[in-house]
């Protein structure tokens, strides 16, 4: 298999797949508050702030909220780039 086609042999790339990205984080960060909830409602968790398991769910909103922003700003950039063609 040759690393290297000649322009006449090359297949042209397939069109980009459209998510909704936004939906995705969305949903993630649902179920990281669902969680949260459990940890905070579970029995005989670790002691301190109901344990590392709560924790780790907070931080999982917290990466979701930063994913919210960076997505909502790529959205906005992106729209400004296609306007000023």
Known sequence: MPLFL????????????????????????????????????????????RGLAAWTCVAGLGLGALALAYLHRRRHRSTESNAAD
Do not use: H, Q
Request: no cysteine.
């Open 6 to 49: 000649p322009p006449s042999r090359a297949k042209t790339p397939p069109p980009p797949v459209v998510t909704n990205d936004r939906r995705a984080v969305a949903v993630g960060m649902a179920v990281w508050a669902v969680l949260l909830v459990l940890a905070l409602l579970a029995p005989g968790s670790a002691p301190g702030p």
